[in-house]
């Protein structure tokens, strides 16, 4: 399990260091409110699914994010590690939408 210092600095990374930070903190956002999968995500977020799919693959990668099911039924759910470091993403979501 990542330690708070850790989390932050992933988040930084993933959300403001890298192109496509955007989708993957709105992924974080949608998946708080409800386990959701790709098809889903596609149609809450108005994005398409290819690229909803890679920034599933880059926080699943990373830990953010845990699936279960199989094929068309995979379902996404944020993980233990960002699920109760919640409140540092806040804090770097709220400085993103700012800029």
């Known amino acids: 399990m990542?330690?708070?210092e850790s989390i932050k600095?992933?988040?930084w990374?993933?959300?403001?260091?890298?192109r496509g930070g955007i989708n993957r903190?709105?992924?974080i956002?949608?998946?708080k409110e409800r386990p959701?999968?790709?098809n889903q995500l596609t149609e809450a977020l108005k994005?398409?699914?290819t690229t909803?799919?890679?920034h599933l693959k880059i926080l699943k990668a990373h830990g953010l994010v845990v699936s279960q099911g199989e094929k068309y039924a995979v379902m996404y759910f944020l993980s233990r590690e960002i699920d109760a470091a919640y409140n540092i993403f806040l804090e770097i979501w709220e400085k993103i939408r700012t800029k």
């Open 2 to 4: 990542m330690d708070g």
């Open 9 to 11: 600095r992933l988040l």
């Open 13 to 18: 990374y993933l959300l403001l260091g890298t």
């Open 25 to 27: 903190a709105r992924i």
């Open 29 to 31: 956002n949608a998946l």
């Open 36 to 38: 959701m999968n790709a």
């Open 47 to 49: 994005v398409d699914y």
């Open 52 to 54: 909803i799919d890679h």
